[in-house]
């Protein structure tokens, strides 16, 4: 949602992709040491990164026949209207795990996630048909500096069955490897400034959603997210006919998202209502806020090329996957190599 808004407030097309990139590379770094431990599947994520960087390269040598400002908010008002789908109609999804493909196992593909006290087993299924849709996550995020990590967690919830948290924390891998590579072909246009004010809206907005989460009913917190894509939804669709009406387009996003609260149901617990005695609280993450803080004070008072810092830790993150795969198939020691390879080229294409 980063560059249609910049677009919007009439920053540059190419410094938004670019400035997008930075600051989605960024906070991906930083959630996945939240989650690496207990839900990345690192093989999974490692084999569908592979895909979408190829999608990444495929989506640039396209770029310069296609794309235009008006192709950007059309893209986005696609996108953004899948995520306003995806949000609304939250389909209960089933997952039935049984005997598990040999191919699977060779690949090593299969996962554990713990959730309400209970080991789960997964697989990743109809893989097949999830990997168009991940060539297509990093055609998305070199057009429209973002998208992927969208593309990928629908692609994995709801094509591959993969359970919601493995899902979305499997994604930030996806995501960090699709914005390096994206950035890299985009590091010409990266204006610090936007990058700036970005991390500051991050830390921001992390305040206030954290406070929102623990105070707010679900199905309030669904309205808000609603609001804000049918707004956007809304306002670029303006821009791309060419009739702009703010008044009206806030009007629409309200009425959708008023509709949504009136309509939709409560959520049940099922089998753990009875287990259930508080809401649970959200944790703040006070470290994430930090480091973004102090990346702050680190922009503003230094000179500095933050992406030559952000592709150091990426290369620094790879080489210690290649050492947690040190005992997984052989495959995925060719990956990293691969994508290392390709990191250190690309890089060096920018500096020389």
Request: charged share 10%.
């Amino acid at each position: 949602m980063i560059v249609p808004l910049l677009l919007l407030l009439n920053f540059n097309l190419l410094s938004s992709v670019g400035s997008s990139l930075l600051f989605t590379q960024f906070v991906a770094l930083l959630n996945i040491s939240r989650y690496i431990k207990d839900y990345i599947n690192i093989n999974l994520g490692l084999l569908l990164s592979l895909i979408a960087v190829i999608g990444v390269f495929m989506g640039k040598i396209i770029e310069s026949f296609i794309i235009n400002e008006r192709m950007i908010y059309i893209l986005y008002v696609l996108l953004l209207s899948i995520f306003l789908f995806v949000t609304i109609y939250k389909r209960k999804i089933y997952f039935y795990y049984k005997n598990t493909p040999e191919y699977i196992k060779k690949l090593e593909l299969y996962g554990y996630i713990y959730d309400k006290g209970a080991g789960i087993y997964y697989y990743p299924q109809n893989l097949k048909f999830g990997i168009p849709f991940e060539i297509f996550a990093g055609f998305s995020s070199v057009l429209l500096g973002g998208g992927a990590g969208l593309i990928s967690n629908v692609n994995k919830t709801y094509i591959m069955k993969v359970p919601i948290k493995a899902s979305i924390a499997t994604s930030f891998l996806i995501i960090l490897l699709t914005s390096t590579f994206s950035g890299i072909l985009y590091s010409n246009y990266i204006d610090i400034n936007i990058v700036f004010y970005l991390i500051l809206g991050s830390i921001v907005g992390t305040i206030i959603g954290n406070y929102l989460m623990n105070k707010l009913n679900t199905k309030y917190i669904y309205s808000i997210l609603i609001f804000i894509l049918s707004l956007l939804i809304s306002l670029l669709l303006s821009k791309i006919i060419g009739y702009h009406n703010i008044f009206l387009s806030v009007l629409i996003a309200l009425l959708i998202s008023v509709l949504y609260v009136l309509i939709s149901k409560e959520e049940k617990y099922g089998a753990y209502k009875d287990l259930i005695i508080n809401k649970p609280k959200f944790k703040f993450p006070l470290y994430i806020v930090i480091v973004e803080f102090l990346t702050l004070i680190v922009l503003y008072k230094f000179n500095i090329r933050f992406y030559n810092i952000l592709y150091l830790f990426t290369f620094l993150f790879l080489i210690y996957l290649l050492f947690l795969s040190r005992r997984s198939n052989i495959l995925y020691k060719i990956i990293i190599s691969i994508i290392l390879i390709m990191l250190i080229f690309s890089i060096y294409n920018v500096l020389v």
